[in-house]
C-alpha cells in the first residue's frame, strides 16, 4: 500500500516557468490537501478537495491552481513560479464518511522546489 | 478561528531523559487535536490523536499526550528519549473540512 505518493522530490525551476506538482493516493481517501512548509516555520494550507471535482482555498492560494478530476489524484500547478514560491509542498489525504469524522491526515514525503 | 502555539521552537534533552513538549490551543468548544513529527526530508507522521473520552491517550513510539481544558493544553511527553527522536514535532487541532492548523513546531535534539 503506497499511501500518499508525490512526484517530483526535487525540482529546480527559473523565474516565470510554470510546472505541475503529482500527488496520488490509493486509499481511497476523499480529502486531499496541499500546504507548503517554509523554514522553520510549520505547515500553510494551500488548496484543498473534498471530493471530485471540488477544491477550495487555504490560507496561501494566491500563485497556485489545483484541478481534482478523480478521488486519486490532486495536481497542484505553478504558472508563473516565483522566488517566494520556494518551499517544501507537502500534500495529504483524509477520509470523511457519515459514520466516520475527524480522521488524522496521511502525507506524502514532500517536493523541495527552488525557483532561482 | 482555531489557533495553535508551540512556545518552545528548540529543546535538548539527553538521551534516556523524560521529555514534555508544550502546545496550547484556541478553540471555544472542545478540539480534536492531534501530534504529528516529522524527520529530516520525511513527510509528517501520526503519533497520536484526541477526540473524546480519556483525556491521557498513547501513541506510538513510546509517547503519550494529556488533554487539559481548564489550561488549553495538549502536552506531549516521553519518559525515555531515544536518539531516533530527534526530529520536528507538530501539534495540529482539526478545523471544519477536516483542515489541520499547524503550530510553528519544535525541534527536538538529542544529545548523548
Known amino acids: 500500500n503506497a499511501g500518499v505518493t508525490q512526484t517530483p522530490k526535487f525540482r529546480i525551476l527559473k523565474i516565470g516557468q510554470s510546472m505541475t506538482l ?11 490537501y496541499w500546504y507548503r512548509q517554509d523554514p522553520g516555520m510549520g505547515l500553510k494550507l494551500i488548496y484543498y478537495s473534498v471530493g471530485a471535482g471540488i477544491t477550495d482555498k487555504g490560507e496561501v492560494p494566491n500563485g497556485y ?25 507537502f500534500c495529504a489525504s483524509s477520509y470523511l464518511g457519515a459514520r466516520v469524522s475527524n480522521q488524522p491526515q496521511h502525507f506524502g514525503d514532500g517536493t523541495r522546489l527552488s525557483i532561482l | 478561528a482555531q489557533s495553535v502555539t508551540q512556545p518552545d521552537i528548540h529543546i535538548t534533552v539527553s538521551e534516556g531523559a523524560s521529555l514534555e513538549l508544550r502546545c496550547n490551543y484556541s478553540y471555544g468548544a472542545t478540539p ?13 507522521q501520526l503519533l497520536l490523536k484526541y477526540f473524546s473520552g480519556d483525556t491521557l491517550v498513547q501513541g506510538i513510539k513510546g509517547f503519550e499526550a494529556e488533554f ?17 527522536d ?24 538529542v544529545s548523548p
Not at chain 1, 495536481?75 to 509542498?89: C, F, G, H, I, K
Open chain 2, 68 to 84: 487539559k481544558r481548564s489550561q488549553s493544553s495538549f502536552n506531549l511527553r516521553k519518559p525515555s528519549v531515544h536518539w531516533s
Open chain 1, 65 to 89: 491552481n489545483v484541478s481534482r478530476s478523480t478521488t486519486e489524484d490532486f495536481p497542484l500547478r505553478l504558472e508563473l513560479a516565483a522566488p517566494s514560491q520556494t518551499s517544501v509542498y
Open chain 1, 22 to 32: 503529482q500527488c496520488t493516493q490509493d486509499m481511497n481517501h476523499n480529502y486531499m
Open chain 2, 86 to 109: 530527534a526530529a520536528e514535532y507538530f501539534c495540529a487541532p482539526i478545523t471544519g473540512f477536516q483542515k489541520l492548523v499547524f503550530g510553528t513546531g519544535t525541534r527536538l535534539l
Open chain 2, 32 to 44: 480534536y487535536l492531534f501530534w504529528y513529527v516529522q524527520s529530516p526530508g520525511q513527510g509528517l
